[in-house]
């Protein structure tokens, strides 16, 4: 088998599992892009299996510590430990990410369920190109009705992958509906697998919905970013006095009137850019929810992003009524959980309010992270409380 030696000091030899170009001693029987290929260390030892793309940046992603091909029994064996491992963490198996990339053990697959559907995305060229085996496995594991192949990823162009949404097992899914254990009852979402704008639904919050619903009866809520109404939903289902939802897309808008409607409950949904609405809000709130897509997918531009945090935090936090709580997200990996955490107490000094920590959150277990592979954990959240006249 082809391969390549690992210079020493790597970031695979401290647990990881890729490798880099500028971590490459040499490359040796030719591999092509996207062949299954071997990893020694530089004094010759086998590091195990890995899939190779020497266009990409990650030239390398191990796929075991063994030797191992790309095969049936392979896909098969991952994807029933994936789902194992969701049994036992608790997860409703019906409504969850199944496959979830290197956490996995499938660098690249990112498999959604949304009840009897199936949303696959290959993300690396060599899980692009057993696409099909990865679908059969899929087929075999759980029978899904459909399975889309939805590569709609901006990450693809640097694997050479084409942007493409395809059917890959049954017809095209009509809209259908889901429920969402985040609320006493629970919560319905229509989902559209088919509308090139949505994205289902964001399964990694989940759990956060739940945790603030809990806290939301007979309180004046605000969610910001509030996409097809995850937080705004449970809030109101489980009892808020008023849910104000706000999002700059009129599709995430329309998708929340029609959940609050097949919910049967009333929420105030607002095309705005957030950013404008909590500078020009006059009203008070005892619930601020602020969930932003990713301000930054680099490091570069890291520095901005926490701007634009500071500046939301700062808005938040000055609408917040007395004993009011401020619930913050953060999905950009490059952000740390203690820069994020430094970026909200430098927003509540220049509040001049003081915050006390009620909870801390993270991506819902269905999205695992491995400590060894820093870049599995992206989602961090705080729920913090203003601490009375201070
Ligand atoms: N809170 C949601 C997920 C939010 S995803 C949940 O739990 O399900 C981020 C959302 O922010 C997207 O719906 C996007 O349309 C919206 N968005 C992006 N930029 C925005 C802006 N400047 N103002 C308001 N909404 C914005």
Known sequence: MPGIIVKPRARIFHGHDWVYATEVRKTFGDPQPGDVISLKDYRDRPMGTAIYNPNSQIVARRISRRKQKLEKEFFDRRIAQAIAMRERSGVDLRLCRMIWSESDGLPGV???RYGDHVVLQ???????LNRQLIADALILA????SIILRNDSPMLAAEGIEQEIVMMH???PAPFIVEAPTAEGGVKFEIDLMDGQKTGLYLDQLDAHAAIAKMAKGKRVLDCFCNQGGFALACAKAGAASVTAVDSSEVAIEATLRNAELNGVEINAVKHNAFDFLKHCEEEYDIVILDPPSFTKNKKTLMNAMRGYKEIHLRGIKLLARDGIL???CCSHHATRQLFLENIIDAS??????????ASHGQRLDHPVIPAIPETEYLKGFVLEIVASR
Not at 122 to 127: D, I, N, S
């Open 122 to 128: 290959t993300l690396t060229l060599a899980m692009y």
């Open 110 to 112: 990112v498999v959604d």
């Open 349 to 358: 000094v220049d509040a001049k309010r003081t915050l006390r920590m009620v």
């Open 170 to 172: 049954g017809e095209k």
């Open 142 to 145: 759980i029978s899904p009705e």
């Open 327 to 329: 619930a913050t997200y």
